[in-house]
């Protein structure tokens, strides 16, 4: 009668070999693919960016050279966000082109890393996080057929409608080197203390269509002007002369 031959069986420490090899490959492949995903993003980013620059193009060639007017140049003293204010129906900044019929695809505002609770495409502060307004007041472009926010509509891109500093001066097109629409600052969210972002730099758009990528160094100094505890009672009139000084070095950097 022949015999029948079994095979070894592993042992626990073979198993438990095998099982420690296994999770350290896959401790060094997640953050490669990570990484990779990350830079997928920072390219649909660009590629925003690229399609931005075609409508407002497109707006500056139709207007006879005049820029979307901005936070900045249209209420003096105030900032660089793009907004749009639903009470009063104004567009301020990149919001022009969606309401003038120019690059009408709202999610193209809002970039893919852009991680912000409330400030991005569809998405509506139903907490009460913004310290400025009540819940459902501010939140990103709603999409087509459902209700947005109350009071105002944000975007994932800073626009750059004044060239100080500090003066109400729009754009020019003897200046295509210059910057002008840019990803948040991703290392400078002072007034939440949090990174939204790509987390190590931004893609800018420049005048003549370039968009290029910056890294972000650690940098505090938007504290000049606005208080890193978000204690927006800190704040002096005499500091947001310094908006545009201080933004125009991180668009040029």
Same mark, same amino acid.
């Given at each position: 009668?022949?015999r029948?031959?079994f095979?070894?069986?592993?042992t626990?420490v ?9 999770v350290l ?10 990484r ?7 390219s649909v ?11 407002l193009a ?5 207007s006879l050279?005049?820029y979307?007017g ?7 003293g ?5 907004t @749009? ?6 567009p301020m900044?990149?919001?022009f082109?969606?309401t ?18 409330w ?8 907490a009460?996080?913004?310290?400025? @307004?009540?819940?459902? #007041? ?7 057929g ?8 944000? @975007? ?5 409608? #004044?060239?100080?500093p500090?003066?109400? =001066? ?5 200046q ?9 600052? #991703? ?7 949090r990174?939204?972002g790509?987390?190590d730099?931004?893609n ?5 269509g =370039?968009? #290029?990528?910056?890294r ?5 100094y938007?504290?000049l002007?606005m ?17 545009e @000084? ?7 950097r």
């Amino acid at each position: 009668m022949r015999r029948l031959r079994f095979s070894r069986a592993f042992t626990l420490v073979e198993m438990l070999l095998v099982v420690a090899v296994i999770v350290l490959l896959i401790s060094l492949l997640l953050p490669a693919l990570g990484r990779s995903k990350e830079m997928a993003k920072r390219s649909v980013c660009a590629n925003n960016l690229h399609q931005i620059y075609s409508g407002l193009a497109a707006y500056i060639l139709d207007s006879l050279g005049k820029y979307p007017g901005g936070n900045a140049t249209l209420i003096p003293g105030n900032g660089i966000d793009s907004t @749009f204010n639903v009470s009063q129906q104004q567009p301020m900044g990149l919001a022009f082109l969606i309401t003038r019929g120019y690059a009408t695809d709202a999610k193209l505002y809002y970039c893919p890393s852009w991680k912000h609770p409330w400030n991005q495409f569809d998405v509506v502060d139903v907490a009460g996080d913004d310290p400025w @307004f009540a819940p459902n #007041t501010m939140g990103g472009w709603p999409a087509a057929g459902k209700p947005g926010p109350t009071s105002h509509r944000g @975007f994932a891109y800073h626009y750059r409608s #004044t060239f100080g500093p500090a003066v109400n =001066r729009p754009p020019s097109r003897k200046q295509p080197e210059a910057a002008i629409v840019a990803d948040h600052w #991703t290392r400078r969210e002072v007034l939440y203390g949090r990174d939204f972002g790509h987390g190590d730099g931004y893609n800018t758009l420049f005048l003549d269509g =370039r968009v #290029t990528w910056k890294r972000d160094a650690m940098s505090q100094y938007m504290n000049l002007w606005m208080p890193g505890d978000g204690d927006l009672s800190k704040i002096t009139n005499g500091k947001w002369a310094l908006q545009e @000084f201080i933004w125009q070095d991180f668009f040029e950097r």
